[in-house]
């Protein structure tokens, strides 16, 4: 069966305290690995897409990475704003979306 | 640009009740989709759209029905509300199945 797992479940770290955060996937051939934040109340809100191991993606203090197992969100020097719920899913080869169940990130000033 | 729109935002229901949530999109996506996302449980497909005219189940359908009005309109209909439906609900949509998705803002439903 596919899924995604993520870990840890919650994290806090102190401002400019880098860490990743890890997502497992067993995903019968993998289309897409996605990462996603969440706000308190709102929506999903669209990060990366990466399709194949070894790819790499950056977005201001974020970096995500793929292998074939896994995939990490490596957060650099974190500041408050960046504590959301970071979510990772992957598409497999039906364009089966599976969510993992998201990491919580707080990040102490 | 609104992206994807979700009404109402909050919303409850007594026990054998029906709703429509309605969803919107005005990006020109093909693919539209319903979650519900509960505490410990992530996000969970109910069901969705790959194109217009198209409607499948996804991995918890039981209890929802849905209709794809047109391109943009995705509405998520509960026939007779019970309250382990109580959750949020989110309408996302994407170019294509396989692609990332944008979501809406979320529907709170509480059933009591």
């Known amino acids: 069966e596919d899924q995604v797992t993520q870990s840890p479940e919650a994290l806090r770290l102190q401002e400019g305290e880098s860490s990743s955060l890890n997502c497992s996937y067993t995903v019968s051939g993998l289309r897409g690995l996605f990462w996603y934040r969440q706000d308190p109340g709102k929506g999903p809100e669209f990060l990366f897409t990466?399709?194949?191991a070894g790819e790499e993606k950056e977005k201001e203090r974020l970096k995500a990475t793929l292998t074939k197992k896994e995939s990490f969100l490596h957060i650099t020097a974190p500041k408050p704003e960046d504590s959301a719920t970071y979510l990772c899913a992957a598409t497999n080869r039906d364009d089966k979306i599976i969510f993992g169940k998201g990491t919580r990130l707080h990040i102490l000033p | 640009n609104a992206g994807v729109t979700q009404t109402p935002k909050f919303q409850v229901l007594k026990t054998g009740q029906s709703m429509t949530l309605q969803c919107a999109q005005d990006?020109?996506?093909?693919?539209m989709y319903w979650y519900r996302q509960d505490p410990g449980m992530g996000l969970r497909l109910i069901y969705y759209s790959a194109s217009e005219g198209t409607t499948d189940k996804g991995e918890v359908p039981n209890g929802y029905n849905v209709s794809r009005l047109n391109k943009r309109e995705f509405s998520l209909r509960l026939e007779s509300a019970a309250p382990s439906q109580t959750s949020v609900y989110f309408c996302a949509s994407s170019e294509a199945l396989y692609t990332e998705a944008f979501f809406g803002q979320g529907t709170r439903l509480t059933v009591v």
């Open positions: 990466l399709y194949s």
């Open positions: 990006m020109n996506h093909n693919s």
